[in-house]
């Protein structure tokens, strides 16, 4: 693969470790594992058994912890402090054939990690203010979906995987932005006349 693949999916993979951090770190060491692709050498420890075992069942708590208001709002707030370096570490090992993780990898991964994470916790939020929950599940069923969609478009396709949760993340942005103004709009005062 060229060195623009590699950081495509160095980009891409920070992307969906702010998301679904444990989730991502499992597909990509399933894949690893099965032979699926061939990692590169810093990537090789998501091939563990513990590896996998632990994101596997992190990434099942995260799916049930996800779609409960209230408690993915508390999850993603302490995931906080797993996504960020998780996606600095991902970003830094796809671009690092001899293992060395490079620091401005990890500094571009950290932040792309940490707006994915931000722009998930803003809608999570902002979806929590509402009093059904069938707008949270559908977002965590939609965020699950991306993150697999992705992962299996990521070692194929890395600039179609890429090109698409930018667009998402975008779009997200924007009705982010939108409904916040909706929903805290001042009223117009009245003038005493």
Same mark, same amino acid.
């Given at each position: ?90 970003? /830094?090992? %796809? =671009? ?6 490079? &620091?401005?990898? +990890?500094? !571009? $991964?950290? *932040? #792309? ?36 969609? /992705?992962? %299996? =478009? ?6 179609? &995987?890429?090109? +698409?949760? !930018? $667009?998402? *993340? #975008? ?23």
């Amino acid at each position: 693969m060229s060195e623009a693949h590699l950081f495509a999916i160095g980009v891409l993979l920070a992307w969906l470790a702010g998301i679904r951090v444990y989730l991502t770190v499992f597909g990509v060491g399933l894949a690893g594992a099965l032979g699926w692709l061939e990692l590169p050498q810093a990537l090789e420890a998501t091939t563990s058994p513990w590896v996998l075992g632990v994101s596997g069942v992190l990434a099942l708590a995260e799916f049930f912890a996800d779609k409960i208001p209230g408690v993915d709002s508390a999850w993603d707030l302490l995931q906080t402090l797993a996504r960020v370096p998780a996606g600095a570490f991902l970003a /830094a090992a %796809a =671009l690092s054939p001899d293992g060395e993780l490079g &620091a401005g990898m +990890l500094a !571009t $991964g950290a *932040g #792309v990690a940490l707006t994915s994470h931000l722009l998930k916790s803003g809608s999570r939020a902002l979806l929590n203010a509402s009093p059904e929950p069938f707008s949270n599940w559908a977002a965590s069923a939609t965020e699950d979906a991306v993150v697999v969609g /992705a992962l %299996a =478009l990521a070692f194929t396709h890395p600039w179609i &995987a890429l090109t +698409l949760v !930018t $667009g998402i *993340g #975008v779009l997200v942005a924007l009705a982010i932005w939108w409904l916040w103004r909706r929903l805290f709009r001042r009223a117009p005062r009245s003038v005493p006349g």
